[in-house]
């Protein structure tokens, strides 16, 4: 595997978390509510950074599916994780195509919210952190099927003690006021 050892596959990766940060910083600085027709220099910044990130995003995976092959067991899209980046990258490719037919459809917008996850395939460590987590799922159904039996017991116990302890206690005053 001459690639991974390569100093620009290296920098490649460095460049790539250096604009999933990137993304992630006018992630949390874009505010939708402010200015809705975006005629704000804030707001133009931000629509270039974004079209920036989308664009480096999408010649990153051009690059990849070259580079890799498209179809296949060791290609692109055999991998799951370079699937969640081809699917962020069409997403965004819907995104801008609609934006120029003046379509405006938000739900398709809130799929940027994805593109940080792109830094789980770049941190190996991250990578295998997720793959753990993902694979103890099922296990959490059993903890939250106990979880619920004890409350639904414990409710139960509270209901006979406290039977109508509490009834017609909790109305306000006659001359409350807020």
């Not at 910044?45 to 990849?64: G, N, P, R, S």
């Not at 903890?143 to 206690?169: E, H, S, Y």
Request: hydrophobic share 50%.
């Amino acid at each position: 595997m001459l690639l991974n050892s390569s100093p620009v596959h290296t920098w490649f990766e460095r460049i790539s978390i250096m604009v999933i940060l990137l993304n992630c910083v006018t992630l949390g600085m874009y505010q939708p509510c402010e200015n809705i027709d975006c005629t704000s220099d804030r707001c133009q910044i931000l629509q270039a950074f974004d079209a920036f990130i989308y664009i480096f995003f999408a010649l990153e995976m051009v690059v990849k599916m070259v580079a890799l092959g498209i179809f296949g067991r060791r290609c692109y899209l055999g991998d799951t994780w370079n699937r969640l980046d081809f699917f962020i990258v069409m997403a965004g490719m819907v995104e801008y195509s609609l934006d120029l037919q003046n379509i405006n459809l938000s739900a398709i917008r809130t799929v940027r919210v994805l593109r940080p996850l792109k830094a789980i395939n770049r941190v190996p460590s991250m990578r295998i952190l997720v793959n753990l987590l993902l694979d103890t799922l099922p296990m959490l159904g059993n903890v939250l099927l106990l979880c619920f039996f004890v409350f639904f017991i414990f409710g139960i116990i509270g209901v006979q003690l406290w039977a109508g302890l509490l009834r017609n206690r909790c109305y306000p005053e006659e001359n409350f006021t807020l």
